[in-house]
């Protein structure tokens, strides 16, 4: 049995800038999703023949770190506590204080998707063609910002189960470390 390291999430204070590790993660998800969709633009026939070039790639880019921004955060505020911010609106835009929901994420993406295919009068499909390889990684770097946060613990394990895991605030019984799995096959396995 493990206890969770409990990270400190702020990775670096500047001042009055507290740079959070979840931040970090965020970063290091879009930038290997630059990357990746890049590298397509060079290597992959694909991009090609539907002729996408780095412009598309700097605009779907944008629009994804739009969606996942504002989805996440609006679907934060109104999956887990609509009456709160339903009651306080200006409270949505504190962002420092945090609350992400990845579902509202999810719904965020698709619908700067559906935005971007629409603009640039491309098939939807076409659009979630070219991105789907490119996501995989950034999933699991929001995984380890989770992992690092400390929350999203699985389920309870057995006592036996060696990398079974005590999280703070989840009761002195070990849990399983379901960021580490979602890391590990959502993440790393499809991409």
Same mark, same amino acid.
């Given at each position: 049995?493990?206890?969770?390291?409990?990270?400190?999430?702020?990775?670096?204070?500047?001042?009055?800038?507290?740079?959070?590790?979840?931040?970090?993660?965020?970063?290091?998800?879009?930038?290997?999703?630059?990357?990746?969709?890049?590298?397509?633009?060079?290597?992959?026939?694909?991009?090609?023949?539907?002729?996408?070039?780095?412009?598309?790639?700097?605009?779907?880019?944008?629009?994804?770190?739009?969606?996942?921004?504002?989805?996440?955060?609006?679907?934060?505020?109104?999956?887990?506590?609509?009456?709160?911010?339903?009651?306080?609106?200006?409270?949505?835009?504190?962002?420092?204080?945090?609350?992400?929901?990845?579902?509202?994420? =999810?719904?965020?993406?698709?619908?700067?998707?559906?935005?971007?295919?629409?603009?640039?009068?491309?098939?939807?499909?076409?659009?979630?063609?070219?991105?789907?390889?490119?996501?995989?990684?950034? =999933?699991?770097?929001?995984?380890?910002?989770?992992?690092?946060?400390?929350?999203?613990?699985?389920?309870?394990?057995?006592?036996?189960?060696?990398?079974?895991?005590?999280?703070?605030?989840?009761?002195?019984?070990?849990?399983?470390?379901?960021?580490?799995?979602?890391?590990?096959?959502?993440?790393?396995?499809?991409?």
């Amino acid at each position: 049995m493990l206890i969770h390291p409990q990270i400190n999430p702020v990775a670096l204070q500047l001042g009055p800038l507290a740079v959070h590790w979840y931040g970090l993660t965020y970063l290091a998800a879009f930038g290997l999703f630059f990357l990746l969709a890049s590298k397509r633009l060079r290597h992959e026939p694909y991009a090609r023949l539907t002729h996408w070039n780095m412009r598309d790639v700097e605009d779907i880019l944008f629009a994804g770190v739009l969606g996942v921004v504002l989805g996440g955060r609006i679907g934060y505020c109104l999956f887990y506590q609509p009456a709160y911010y339903l009651s306080h609106p200006l409270e949505i835009a504190y962002v420092w204080q945090g609350g992400m929901s990845f579902h509202g994420g =999810l719904l965020g993406v698709m619908a700067a998707m559906v935005w971007f295919a629409k603009t640039r009068q491309r098939p939807f499909f076409q659009v979630m063609d070219f991105v789907a390889p490119c996501v995989p990684t950034g =999933l699991a770097a929001g995984r380890v910002g989770n992992f690092i946060n400390g929350e999203l613990w699985g389920r309870q394990a057995d006592a036996e189960l060696p990398w079974g895991m005590v999280f703070r605030g989840a009761g002195d019984f070990p849990r399983h470390p379901s960021q580490i799995y979602q890391f590990l096959l959502e993440g790393l396995l499809l991409f």
